[in-house]
């Protein structure tokens, strides 16, 4: 036990001592976004890396509160405010028009964002108990799209997302009947 003392003492000053240290300040590094695996399993979401902070990011002395997509899309989905603020201005729209003749065709518009109904996106977390599935698919060039559907049917939502810098909703495509 005697021998154990010097030991200890040691370390109590080394503790000591190293608690009064403070660590320097570290520049966060500018990270790339990676492009994720080309495709997921039905619920399954593809990981990707966090967003590289824009000017007006970078001006406020904030990152984007959610750099990771199966974070942000988590949150997207049960958060309007979070909707409203990562919700492209004007946001592409598509749906097919059933009433078109000769027959259905798909329509696209811009929508102003004042114009935009919310929540725009259903939660995907409520998705299995209304029946329906979704799929997230990294596209080539970052962009992140996430398919709901329903089997069976024509009811099929497309949302695709980019990083600008933090992930932002760009385009919904409704391809129901």
């Known amino acids: 036990m005697i021998q154990l003392r010097p030991v200890a003492l040691l370390a109590l000053a080394l503790g000591l001592a190293l608690s009064g240290c403070k660590p320097a300040p570290q520049a966060a590094p500018a990270e790339a976004a990676a492009p994720a695996p080309a495709s997921t399993a039905a619920t399954a979401s593809a990981p990707t890396a966090p967003a590289a902070p824009n000017a007006d ?19 997207f989905g049960n958060e309007i405010t979070l909707q409203e603020k990562a919700t492209a201005d004007p946001l592409l729209d598509s749906f097919i028009d059933p009433e078109a003749q000769p027959e259905p065709a798909k329509v696209e518009k811009s929508v102003a964002l004042a114009d935009v109904e919310w929540p725009v996106m259903p939660d995907p977390a409520t998705l299995k108990g ?48």
């Open 130 to 177: 209304r029946g329906r599935e979704m799929q997230v698919t990294a596209l080539a060039d970052g962009q992140m799209q996430v398919q709901m559907r329903t089997p069976d049917s024509s009811d099929q939502q497309t949302y695709t997302f980019a990083q600008k810098p933090c992930w932002q909703l760009v385009k919904r495509e409704d391809e129901s009947i």
């Open 57 to 75: 990011v970078a001006a406020s002395g904030t990152q984007c509160p959610h750099p990771v997509f199966d974070d942000f899309l988590a949150h």
